[in-house]
């Protein structure tokens, strides 16, 4: 694999000079403990996934890596650094005034807030913009009927890295009732990109992209400021790009999974209409081309090639993370079918998570915080018929031009449906937490 990446290291080194106020302490030319290449240091990467050999020995693909593990967001984090004179929560709403109404509504907006969005209304020429409502469609399947079964599974995986996942424990933002809060915000996110027009210019997935955006750049700005934690020589820089691609391309690195092992190079029509719209969507999150490819094979060894060069680590931290995370209630309600739906999805991300990073191993689940239990297995077993049946027939009608409209507009309705049972993402962060 052959990556162009120049421009990206330059970017990375001007990190230093362009936001001295963020970056001042950071030492671009040395790489951080938590990168490795050493064949003998254990990885990230599961030996079932891949050949991590093959991987480090692609010298293009770990240096695009090591370059981005350095790679932050100035555009946004100058709109973090604004925190030192306006409160979070007037950051927050002069995004949202600016994504809502438009730049020329709000003509005295801070320079860097204007900035962001207006790099964020241009589309860039690596993105065909024909296919991503399309393939907004083909997401809302998954978004409608899956979700609320997968999203719990997908967020824990981000904490079976102690480098990864430090960022996360240092704000404090899974502690407690904040795990269910920060669960149902990630999952608001990824549902309602998925509505028609949600990611153009005035929809509301440009706005909850701008808001993410932010948000990464706040936890970045006050990991570097407030917390006494973060060592930039063992952990580089907080939420670096590289550890944002896994969350914005996981639909297309399972797509293009499932690609490679029926023997195809390329996406299908409407799989390819799907791999644009993530693309886009990691546009609109800050993400750069060089880490979203198009092909099956890129995205895979993207994945892979990212997992083989981190450091193995799954410490305390990690295990009160992934503890937090199984533990919170994110139902709206306490009545009998919200426990009952609770239980259920409970049930189903253990499972998901026991498969995917202990090999089905519950021994090993359980030193990891997650306990699988005769239950868990009772319901799954119980509900996947409904489940998978209904997302078969709704997959199948989809594919008939007459019943697609009705299909769709039932699809829309239960990304709503969602949606209100999640509740509005509310983006804020309190640095109060990042000095503990």
């Known amino acids: 694999m052959s990556v162009p990446h120049t421009a990206l290291a330059e970017r990375v080194a001007a990190q230093r000079t362009d936001l001295p106020e963020v970056y001042g302490g950071i030492d671009f030319a040395a790489v951080p403990y938590r990168f490795t290449v050493d064949p003998a240091a254990p990885s990230a990467l599961p030996a079932r996934r891949g050949d991590r050999a093959a991987y480090l020995a692609d010298t293009a693909l770990v240096d695009l890596l090591r370059t981005a593990t350095l790679l932050g967001d100035v555009t946004a984090d100058r709109v973090a650094a604004l925190s030192s004179s306006y409160r979070v929560s007037e950051l927050v709403t002069m995004v949202a005034q600016v994504c809502r109404d438009g730049l020329d509504a709000h003509p005295d907006t801070p320079a860097p807030v204007a900035a962001l969005i207006r790099e964020m209304e241009r589309p860039p020429d690596w993105i065909d913009r024909d296919l991503v409502e399309r393939g907004a469609a083909v997401a809302r399947l998954s978004a409608g009927l899956l979700a609320p079964f997968i999203t719990r599974g997908a967020f824990i995986a981000t904490f079976t890295n102690s480098y990864a996942a430090l960022p996360m424990t240092i704000t404090g933002a899974l502690s407690g009732t904040r795990a269910a809060h920060r669960v149902n915000e990630t999952t608001a996110f990824f549902a309602v990109t998925t509505l028609p027009g949600a990611l153009d210019r005035y929809g509301p997935g440009f706005q909850a992209a701008a808001m993410v955006r932010l948000m990464h750049s706040m936890v970045r700005y006050n990991a570097l400021h407030r917390s006494t934690r973060w060592d930039p020589a063992v952990y580089g820089i907080p939420v670096p790009q590289s550890d944002q691609l896994p969350a914005g391309l996981i639909g297309p690195y399972l797509t293009s999974l499932r690609a490679l092992r029926s023997g195809r190079t390329e996406f299908t029509s409407g799989e390819r209409a799907m791999v644009e719209f993530s693309r886009y969507r990691c546009f609109l999150l800050g993400l750069p081309e060089e880490l979203v490819p198009s092909t ?141």
Do not use: N, W
């Open 296 to 436: 099956p094979q890129g995205i895979v060894d993207m994945f892979h090639g990212r997992a083989a060069t981190l450091r193995h680590g799954f410490d305390d931290d990690c295990l009160r993370l992934v503890r937090s995370t199984m533990d919170a209630y994110l139902r709206p309600g306490d009545g009998p079918f919200d426990r009952a739906a609770d239980a259920v999805e409970r049930s189903y991300s253990k499972v998901a998570f026991t498969q995917a990073f202990c090999d089905g191993d519950r021994a090993i689940a359980r030193r990891m915080g997650v306990d699988l239990t005769f239950a868990d297995y009772a319901r799954v077993a119980v509900t996947a018929p409904f489940l998978a049946g209904r997302v078969l027939v709704v997959g199948l009608a989809a594919r008939r031009r007459r019943l697609r409209p009705l299909v769709d507009r039932y699809l829309v309705r239960q990304v709503r449906h969602r949606l209100d049972v999640y509740g509005i993402p509310k983006y804020t962060s309190d640095v109060a937490e990042y000095a503990h």
